[in-house]
Every structure is written in structure tokens, then in C-alpha cells.
Nanobody, 112 residues
């Protein structure tokens, strides 16, 4: 079993930055990928970015490429999402997940 706890959300003006953290406990195995997803009110949950736990492979949604960067610290079992040049349409609850395990989410609000 894996527990995931997100933090770092908040209110920021358009063009600003935030860094989200996802602290994991439990067993994350070599082939896992840890990912971020987000859900805005009235919208379906959408993929944002992922990173391999044992390699440096990353993937990004087209909507965040060039603005968001995902990284990890294996020793701390933490995955980060650095979000720059934020836009109002980035407003959502951000979740991290691995396999079938999800965190509780952290709210990001970008004001125009």
C-alpha cells in the first residue's frame, strides 16, 4: 500500500509560480511512474505530468509543456511539480498518484 500527501497549493497571480510536493510512504517499486493529474470544477480529471521512479523518463500534457517541470527525490520519496508562467486555466485541484493510489489533492488557484 502507498500513501501520498500533496502540499504546496495556494493562490497566485497569473504569470506566477508554485511548487507542489507529493510525499510518498509505502512501497514504490522500480517500474512505477508517479504522476500528477488535475481537475477543475465541472471538468474531468486530466493528466498533467509523470516521472519514472527509477529512470529519468518524463511525460507532460501539451497544455503544460515548457511551463511545468516534474522531478523527484528518491531519498525523500517525494515528487515535485514546479509550475511557472501560471495561467487562470491552470486553476484546479492537483492530485498525485501511483498505480491505483491517489493523494487527497491540493488546490491551485490562479487569478487573472
Amino acid at each position: 500500500q502507498v500513501q501520498l500527501v500533496e502540499s504546496g497549493g495556494g493562490l497566485v497571480q497569473a504569470g506566477g509560480s508554485l511548487r507542489l510536493s507529493c510525499a510518498a510512504s509505502g512501497r514504490i517499486v522500480r517500474g512505477d511512474a508517479v504522476a500528477w493529474s488535475r481537475q477543475a470544477p465541472g471538468n474531468e480529471r486530466e493528466f498533467v505530468a509523470s516521472i519514472g521512479w527509477s529512470d529519468s523518463s518524463t511525460e507532460y500534457a501539451d497544455s503544460v509543456k515548457g511551463r511545468f517541470t516534474i522531478s523527484r527525490d528518491n531519498a525523500k520519496k517525494t515528487v515535485y511539480l514546479q509550475m511557472n508562467s501560471l495561467k487562470p486555466e491552470d486553476t484546479a485541484v492537483y492530485y498525485c498518484y501511483v498505480r491505483r493510489y491517489w493523494g487527497q489533492g491540493t488546490q491551485v488557484t490562479v487569478s487573472s
